[in-house]
Every structure is written in structure tokens, then in C-alpha cells.
Nanobody, 135 residues
Framework: QVQLVESGGGSVQAGGSLRLSCVAS?????????MAWFRQPAGKQREGVAG???????TYAESVKGRFTISKDNAKNTLYLQMNNLKVEDSAMYYC????????????????????????????WGQGTQVTVSS
């Protein structure tokens, strides 16, 4: 099993930047081949933000395209999310996920918009890091 610990969240003004990190430990060899970031605004459903597959191909939710960048350092077992030009609506608890399911793999780039809970896409989740963007 893999353990995930996120960091880098905080409070920032609109237009600012933050970089989230997620360090994986434990049995990481296969679990970290595909990873993703999710977020859950207060009182709302968890949603996908960005993903990176086993080939390093990245996908982004429409709402963050051009502003967020997901990357992974395999040597450090660390996943990153660079967030630029932050907006108030980006405020949420951000979660790192690993150990993707076949359902996520077969969903392809449309995984953000598939009906149903996003929790089915990954087997391991971090505890989250809060991002708050003020106007």
C-alpha cells in the first residue's frame, strides 16, 4: 500500500501562485505510475483537476487548463501541481491520488466529465491540503 502526504497549500490573493507537493511512500513502484490531483470545495463534490498517466501524458479539467501544471519526479516519488493565476473559485481542499484503476485508464482524457464518483478512479488518497484564494 502507498501513503500520500500533500503540502504547499495556503492562502493567496487572486492572481497569485502556489505549488502543491505530494510525497508517496510505502509500496510506490506500481501505485505511482499514474497519479492525479483532485479538489473538493466546501459543500461540494470532489472533482478531478489534473492527471498524469504511466506514459507521462497529462490531462486537465477545462477550468484549470493553461493555469495549472501537473508533474511528477519519479526519483523523489513526488507529484506536483503548479497553480498560477489562481481564482477565488479555485479555493478547495486539494487531494493527491495514486494507484489508478482500470476504469480511469480506459476513461481516457474524458475522465473529468464521466458521471459518478471520482473516488472509483484511484485506490490511494492523501489527507488533503487547503487552498484559499481571496479577491
Amino acid at each position: 500500500q502507498v501513503q500520500l502526504v500533500e503540502s504547499g497549500g495556503g492562502s493567496v490573493q487572486a492572481g497569485g501562485s502556489l505549488r502543491l507537493s505530494c510525497v508517496a511512500s510505502g509500496y510506490t513502484y506500481s501505485a505511482t505510475k499514474c497519479m492525479a490531483w483532485f479538489r473538493q470545495p466546501a459543500g461540494k463534490q470532489r472533482e478531478g483537476v489534473a492527471g498524469i498517466d504511466v506514459n507521462g501524458v497529462t490531462t486537465y479539467a477545462e477550468s484549470v487548463k493553461g493555469r495549472f501544471t501537473i508533474s511528477k519526479d519519479n526519483a523523489k516519488n513526488t507529484l506536483y501541481l503548479q497553480m498560477n493565476n489562481l481564482k477565488v473559485e479555485d479555493s478547495a481542499m486539494y487531494y493527491c491520488a495514486a494507484d489508478c484503476t482500470m476504469e480511469w485508464v480506459t476513461a481516457g482524457p474524458d475522465w473529468f466529465t464521466q458521471p459518478g464518483s471520482v473516488m472509483r478512479y484511484f485506490g490511494s488518497w492523501g489527507q488533503g491540503t487547503q487552498v484559499t484564494v481571496s479577491s
